[in-house]
């Protein structure tokens, strides 16, 4: 039998509630602080995962200065990329690349520079203009562009020395010029050209209007103008291959732009396309 007193039996049962009501709280507390911290981490988690999926690789513009050469094949590539990359908008300058070249180290601005060859990267490199090593990302080759159905039956660079024979060759310090000076060499063939065009596409044109019977520019260009245009190949362009480098340059204003376009032309779907288009893979 209990020898307490009423009044120490209130006092006791008040404490035990105290003490259950303090331990509950305790708990509720506990559990509080799991439930925010698992609720802050979701959240995290979830930030993140947006983050990842929503926003593009690349924002803005994007400036990239490529070879003539390359003008049909980029321009698509462009579109390709801005697909997918909503936020994203990318502007050519197409030209010889030694003008280009010239350009960049000269302050001209710009993101990205594609080159039709080490030589012309190499002064915008030696100027410290490129982040990074440049990449080669394709190759090229020469041919013989004449008109349709070759009205002077020309059949090699040998032919190009005949009577009547009027030829349109890029300049020297252009890279397609370059190259038709390696592969004249290999073939041992000494041509006087009527007109030299800073450009490959400008050497092109000329045959394009009637002005010169033929001219040397990449196979590319003439798959590109098949309407227009036929080719007509020739061994010595095995001599005369044309590396093409790319580069994200140092001052580019828009530098995270710059890389993923980069990168993006060195990717499957890029190289789908320019093989297409009768570049060489690297």
Known sequence: MSTRTPTARRLAVATTAVLVLGLGVSACGSDG??????????NTSANASAAAGGVPKASGTITVFAAASLKETFTELGKKFEAANPGAKVTFNFGGSSSLATSINSG????????????????????????????????????IAVPKGNPKHITGLKDLTASGVKVALCAKEVPCGAAAQTALKAAGVDLTPVTLEQDVKGALT????????????????????????DGVDFPEADKAVNDYPIAALAKAPNKDGAAAFVAYVQSPEAKQVLTAAGFQAS
């Open 33 to 42: 602080g799991k439930s925010s911290g698992s609720t802050a981490s979701s």
């Open 108 to 143: 001209a601005p710009a993101d990205v520079f594609a080159a039709a060859s080490p030589a012309t990267m190499k002064t915008v490199t030696d100027a410290g203009g490129a982040s990074g090593q440049p990449t080669t990302f394709v190759r090229n080759t020469l041919t």
């Open 206 to 229: 000329k045959v394009e209007l009637g002005e010169v019977d033929a001219s040397l520019v990449y196979r590319t260009d003439v798959r590109a103008d098949a309407a227009k245009i």
